[in-house]
């Protein structure tokens, strides 16, 4: 799993909001041009631009105001197209809308247990059926505390009055996770063993039939 840090107030670098990759800011004060009276600082609002892609980031009062998807990661790059859309539609609203972002996010998570093999209409079973599939235990624990699933859970796509940019931040990492884990992963094992000298695999299958 790629680390993500969060864009922060002045580090030096982050995960870049656009292109996603761990890179050095440069730090600008901003200024405001009157005409009659020259150039004005700006102390409230901080420039930061990616030394990567070489787009910008703009911070007011420390907290992100462009590109409006602030500190959340890309999503992963395996994750099928409409968790896809779920997620980065998520990501536009989280600061505006944290209640609305985490309802897509629960959403977003149903369809991912549909697109890996689960039926999709009781999120507690699916995420039981991918945990014996290979899905951490922990991931499960930590659906329950932010209520995907469990006694106190949420109904996909359900607004709930409690939710906060904190809820929808950990519902974000662990898409990721789930993603990472049942998707990425098998496939670059299955890569990397379908790269392995034939003769040696052959070896292998017969070991194995034994
Ligand atoms: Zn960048």
Redesign the pocket.
């Known amino acids: 799993m790629i680390p993500y840090k969060s864009p922060t107030f002045k580090t030096t670098a982050f995960n870049?909001p656009?292109?996603?990759?761990f890179?050095n800011q440069f730090w600008s004060d901003t200024y405001f041009n009157s005409n009659s009276n020259g150039f004005y600082n700006i102390t409230s609002l901080k420039y930061a631009q990616?030394t990567?892609?070489?787009?910008y980031s703009l911070l007011h009062r420390e907290k992100m105001i462009y590109p409006l998807t602030g500190g959340t990661a890309l999503p992963n790059n395996d994750l099928p197209d409409d968790v896809k859309s779920d997620y980065e539609e998520a990501r536009t609203i989280v600061n505006q809308s944290p209640r609305g972002a985490t309802a897509l996010l629960r959403l977003a998570i149903q369809k991912l247990c549909i697109h890996l093999g689960e039926k999709g209409r009781n999120i507690n079973e699916d995420i039981k059926n991918l945990v014996e599939k290979g899905l951490p235990i922990k991931v499960q624990q930590s659906l329950d505390i932010v209520r995907v699933i469990g006694n106190n859970a949420v109904h996909p796509g359900q607004i709930d009055l409690t939710d906060d940019v904190e809820t929808a931040s950990k519902l974000f990492v662990m898409i990721n996770i789930i993603a990472e884990v049942m998707i990425t992963q098998p496939k670059e094992v299955d890569k990397l063993f379908n790269s392995l000298p034939e003769n040696q695999l052959e070896g292998i299958k017969q070991r194995d039939s034994k």
């Open positions: 870049c656009h292109c996603g990759a890179s990616c990567h892609c070489v787009q």
